[in-house]
């Protein structure tokens, strides 16, 4: 790293990285990731790395623009599932590799680039109209809503075909938020103010009862993961399915319940979590988001979850893959 080192907007979007990093309603494990674009070069974080390490680990990567950009304009299926060829190897010695959302932050113009699975914004998103729901919400930002397809390619060619001149927040179907400023601190101020607009009160559930024991499982350490199960509406908003993509990936698919014996969380109705004593701490992370969003969330709103095709490709993606086993390690 030579001149970025020295550069105070780097190190804006560090800290800022580290809070949203360390903020379980807008990030969660390895979610989440941020960008600054400084001559040609687009610093966006690395895959698997978490936010809240900014402090503390290197976790940008910095990968060239232009060609970036011009490989998408191709419409380059190969350039937008994994930007790695992108990178410039001499900036980056750890190695790393650029998040699968890499191409996302290079479509919009904005120096400085900010995603988050704020739990707010997940909720709105995985109602099925989303979009028209929203728009009083939102009125008089420029945002715009993109209809759930999974990141990679598919994600890419559609905010390209969405993104319009001034638009500077996109909601993402049952995914999340990414907004665009001129600095860290623009950028900061549109997260909090659509954070603020789509606040929903999430309602308060009761406290877990008694768990079974069942060996290689222990309860939830997190308090409001077990809300999940203790509340009765935020239960049978789990039961639907699928909500978002991190939830599939750190999960797998929907909720399981006993006597289901394999899954990394088992949801026992009316008593709690359990979480399998081998999970990582990003299924841990993800388990704590379920709770946070089905608290939002009622049963009799339209809800629209990840269809069976969807859940699959995500989990046999390859750079989904690659993600989790940095989680494990
Ligand atoms: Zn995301």
């Given amino acids: 790293m030579n001149s970025i080192g020295q550069d105070s907007e780097f190190h804006a979007l560090l800290r800022y990285s ?3 990093g360390s903020d379980p309603a ?3 494990g390895a979610g989440g990731n941020v960008s600054l674009k400084r001559d040609g070069v687009l610093w966006v974080k690395a895959s698997g790395t978490w936010l809240a390490r900014a402090g503390t680990d ?3 990567v910095p990968v060239a623009l232009d060609p970036l950009l011009a490989a998408i304009d191709a419409d380059d299926a190969t350039a937008m599932e994994e930007a790695g060829r992108f990178v410039r190897g001499a900036e980056n010695p750890s190695g790393l590799r650029p998040s699968i959302e890499t191409t996302m932050h290079a479509l919009l113009p904005h120096p400085v680039v900010v995603h ?7 909720a709105w998103s995985c109602r099925a109209d989303a979009e028209s729901a929203l728009a009083p919400l939102l009125a008089g930002l420029g945002w715009c809503f993109v209809p759930y397809v999974r990141p990679g390619a598919p994600l890419t060619r559609d905010i390209r075909a969405r993104l319009r001149p001034g638009t500077d927040v996109l909601v993402l179907g049952n995914h999340g938020l990414v907004v665009g400023g001129s600095t860290t601190a623009d950028a900061a101020a549109l997260v909090a103010e659509v954070g603020h607009r789509l606040r929903r009160v999430p309602r308060v559930a009761p406290s877990p009862g008694d768990l079974p024991q069942l060996d290689g499982y222990r309860p939830a350490e997190d ?6 199960a203790t509340d009765p509406r935020a239960l049978a908003v789990a039961r639907r399915g699928s909500l978002y993509p991190d939830h599939v990936i750190f999960l797998g698919r929907g909720i399981a319940e006993p006597p289901t014996r394999d899954a990394m969380m088992l949801v026992v109705p009316g008593r709690g979590v359990l979480l399998r004593q081998d999970a990582s701490s990003g299924a841990i992370a993800l388990a704590r988001c379920l709770a946070d969003v089905t608290a939002r ?3 009799d ?5 990840l269809t069976e095709a969807e859940e699959s490709e995500l989990l046999g993606w390859g750079a989904e893959q690659y993600r989790k086993s940095l989680d494990r390690r």
Avoid: F
């Fill in 18 to 20: 580290a809070v949203i």
């Fill in 26 to 28: 807008l990030v969660q």
């Fill in 301 to 305: 709103e339209p809800l629209r979850v």
């Fill in 223 to 228: 308090a409001h993961t077990h809300g999940t």
């Fill in 58 to 60: 290197d976790i940008m």
């Fill in 116 to 122: 988050v699975h704020c739990v707010e914004t997940i």
């Fill in 297 to 299: 969330l009622d049963p």
